[in-house]
Structure formats: structure tokens, C-alpha cells
């Protein structure tokens, strides 16, 4: 099993998101990833002053300070960008990175930010149509070694070709969200990871996962597609704690997908998971520039893993 960090971007300081990444970069990690949000989600009009690290240029500049690390970002907003722009970016980095990046992407959903930069927020209906027609664009893109030509009713190219392309292997695209019957459709066609997000709602329950995979599954029947081309992975809000007083407030202040308690307890609920067919946890709630945390993590929870395989 793979282990990352979604590394926070939000009222922090670079030399915090730094020393985070170094850390990880210099222990048993295996990937890094950015939010992509332009104001910190949530803020209020004062806290909207706050630092938000824009995640694309953030984690280019991540790739040329580490050697190891996969990387990538939980996950791009489709409405702040044009997805063939979008796909250029993620050659490049690619490249520079020697085929380290993951393409992840999702349809967009914080109004507030497209007010503030002004970006059209168009009905859900209308993101989806547009982000599924994204994500088929995209996939042309990485995987042809032609010019494309698309014409969408969303998004249109005319001969248009990545170069510099995916460094080895087709960059993987990671579609976020796991919506039942849009964005999971999406994902079966177009996708190659999927990313139960436990900051979404909806807890994170074996059984949730379960019920997610089952709906994925039956979407790629549709298509005739292998559900086992696709690879399974969490973003895991997580406290590390034997305080149940500690436990009680973090379940309550990152919400009830956060998994918190002791060594063990977080050990055992990732094991379930892993039996469960996930591939690789990214962990989320853990304070940039917390180095003696990650190394903690490294230490008591990675290694638990890195034993076993």
C-alpha cells in the first residue's frame, strides 16, 4: 500500500509547505498533493486575505525539489481552467517530474471563489455535462500521439497535441468525486483513479467505500471496461491521538470522515481498507510544517505497512 499527504495550502507560509514536502520527500512517502482552491474554502470575508497557494504552479515547483515523490493535486477545479490548457500543464510537469504526476480533476463546486475571480457558476447540471466532456478531452489529449480535433459542445480544438506529452507511461486521470450516477460514470469511461474523499460528507465507513466501488463497477460494465484498470485510493482526514476527549473534538471539527484515535485503531481501520482492495491513503488534517507529526506517521503508522509487504 502507498501512503501520501494532502499537504495543507491554506493560511500557511511556503516555508511551511516546504519543510512538510522535505520531510516527506525524506521518510517512506510516496506521494504529495495540493487542494486547488483560490480562497481558502470556508473563509470568511476577512479570513478571504488568507494565503490559498494556487495548486498547479504550487506543485510544479514541488516537482523540481524532489526526486521521489508522485504528485499531484486533490483535486483541480474544471471550471478555472480549459481542460486542453489543463492537459498541456500536466505534460509539462510530467516531464519535468520524469513521469511523476497524476492529472486529478473535478467539477467544481465553490461558488464564492468563481464570485471573487469571476468565473461563471453555472447549475450542476451544467459542470457536470461540462466536466465529463473535460475529462474525454483530456484523456484524448494524453493519449493520442496525433493532433486532435474535438468538438464539443462545451470545449473545441483544432489539431491540438501535448509536446511535451506524458514523460513514460499516459499521465493517470484521477476524476474527483464519487456522485452515483454522473461523476462515477464519468470516472468509468474517462478515469483511471478513484479517490473516496473524506472531507465530502458521507463518513468513512468500509461500507461506504463498498457501496461506491459496487456503483463504479456496474458503470464500467456499462462500458465495457475491467473496473480492476482502475485504481482505488482515499483522501483520509486523520488524528492521531489515545485522548478521547481529543478524539471527540476532531471527529467534530474535520467532520465524519476523519478517522481518529491511537496507533493501533487507525492502524486496523487502514488494514480493512487495504483487504478491501484501496491502493494508496492520502491523509488529510495533518498542520503544514508539522514535520515532527509526518515523521510520527512515518514512524508508528507507515511503517506497519512497509513491513508487511
Avoid at 206 to 211: C, G, S
Avoid at 252 to 271: F, H, M, N, Q
Avoid at 304 to 309: H, L, P, V
Wanted: net charge negative; glycine share 10%; charged share 25%.
Amino acid at each position: 500500500m502507498d501512503f501520501g499527504v494532502q499537504v495543507n495550502v491554506y493560511r500557511t507560509s511556503w516555508e511551511e509547505i516546504s519543510a512538510s514536502v522535505m520531510a516527506m520527500e525524506a521518510g517512506n512517502w510516496d506521494s504529495v498533493w495540493f487542494a486547488d482552491h483560490y480562497i481558502p474554502p470556508g473563509a470568511d470575508r476577512e479570513q478571504e486575505a488568507l494565503t490559498a497557494f494556487e495548486g498547479l504552479s504550487a506543485i510544479a515547483t514541488v516537482a523540481g525539489m524532489t526526486k521521489k515523490l508522485r504528485l499531484g493535486n486533490l483535486v483541480l477545479g474544471n471550471t478555472y481552467r480549459n481542460p486542453a490548457h489543463v492537459a498541456k500543464i500536466a505534460g509539462t510537469i510530467d516531464t519535468m517530474s520524469e513521469g511523476r504526476f497524476t492529472l486529478a480533476i473535478g467539477a467544481g463546486w465553490y461558488q464564492r471563489e468563481h464570485e471573487a475571480y469571476g468565473w461563471e457558476f453555472p447549475s450542476m447540471k451544467v459542470r457536470q455535462d461540462r466536466f465529463e466532456e473535460a475529462c474525454q478531452l483530456i484523456r484524448e489529449l494524453i493519449h493520442s500521439k496525433e493532433p486532435v480535433d474535438f468538438k464539443g459542445e462545451h470545449y473545441q480544438i483544432v489539431q491540438g497535441q501535448l509536446s511535451p506529452a506524458s514523460f513514460k507511461d499516459p499521465i493517470p486521470i484521477m476524476v474527483g468525486g464519487t456522485g452515483p450516477k454522473r461523476t462515477l460514470r464519468t470516472l468509468a469511461r474517462y478515469g483511471d483513479v478513484m479517490n473516496l474523499d473524506g472531507w465530502a460528507g458521507g463518513g468513512m465507513s468500509l461500507e461506504h467505500y463498498q457501496n461506491k466501488s459496487s456503483i463504479l463497477e456496474k458503470h464500467c460494465e456499462d462500458w465495457g471496461r475491467d473496473p480492476n484498470e482502475i485504481r482505488r485510493t482515499l483522501l483520509m482526514p486523520c488524528y492521531l491521538t489515545d485522548d478521547q476527549n481529543l478524539i471527540d473534538r476532531a471527529v467534530k471539527g474535520l467532520g465524519s470522515g476523519t478517522v481518529a484515535g491511537s496507533k493501533d485503531y487507525i492502524i486496523e481501520r487502514i488494514g480493512e481498507f487495504k483487504e478491501a482492495g484501496i491502493a494508496e491513503i492520502m491523509f488529510g488534517g495533518i498542520p503544514s510544517g508539522n514535520v515532527n507529526l509526518l515523521e510520527q506517521f512515518d514512524e508508528e503508522i507507515l511503517s506497519a505497512f512497509n513491513q508487511s509487504q
